[in-house]
C-alpha cells in the first residue's frame, strides 16, 4: 500500500508559478511511474504529467514547456514545477503511483491516488 499526500497548491495571479510536492508513504517509491492529474469543476480528471521509474518525463500538450515534473527516491517524493501559470491551470491537482511500465496517461491504470491540493490561478 502506498499513501501520497500533496502539499504546495494556492493563488496565484496568470503568469505566476507554483511548485508542488508529493511525497509517499509505505513503500518505496523507486518502482513506480508517478504522475500529476488535475480536475477542473464540470471536468473530467485529466493527466498532466508523468514520469517513468528510469525518470523519463512526459506532457499533455496544454503544459509543455510551462510544467516540470521531477522525483527525488531518496526522499519518496515527486515534484512538479508549474510556470507561466494560466486561468484555464486552475484545478484540484493530484498526484497518482502506478506500477505499469512506460509513459502511463490513463487515470484508471493508477492505482495510488492522493487526497490533492487546489490551483486557482487569477486573470
Known amino acids: 500500500q502506498v499513501q501520497l499526500v500533496e502539499s504546495g497548491g494556492g493563488l496565484v495571479q496568470a503568469g505566476g508559478s507554483l511548485r508542488l510536492s508529493c511525497t509517499a508513504s509505505?513503500?518505496?517509491?523507486?518502482?513506480?511511474?508517478l504522475g500529476w492529474f488535475r480536475q477542473a469543476p464540470g471536468k473530467e480528471r485529466e493527466f498532466v504529467a508523468g514520469i517513468t521509474s528510469g525518470s523519463s518525463t512526459y506532457y499533455a500538450d496544454s503544459v509543455k514547456g510551462r510544467f516540470t515534473i521531477s522525483r527525488d527516491n531518496a526522499k519518496n517524493a515527486v515534484y512538479m514545477q508549474m510556470n507561466t501559470l494560466k486561468p484555464e491551470d486552475t484545478a484540484v491537482y493530484s498526484c497518482?503511483?502506478?506500477?505499469?511500465?512506460?509513459?502511463?496517461?490513463?487515470?484508471?491504470?493508477?492505482?495510488?491516488w492522493g487526497q490533492g491540493t487546489q490551483v486557482t490561478v487569477s486573470s
Open positions: 497518482a503511483a502506478t506500477i505499469a511500465v512506460g509513459k502511463v496517461v490513463t487515470k484508471n491504470d493508477y492505482y495510488y
Open positions: 509505505g513503500r518505496t517509491f523507486i518502482p513506480y511511474t
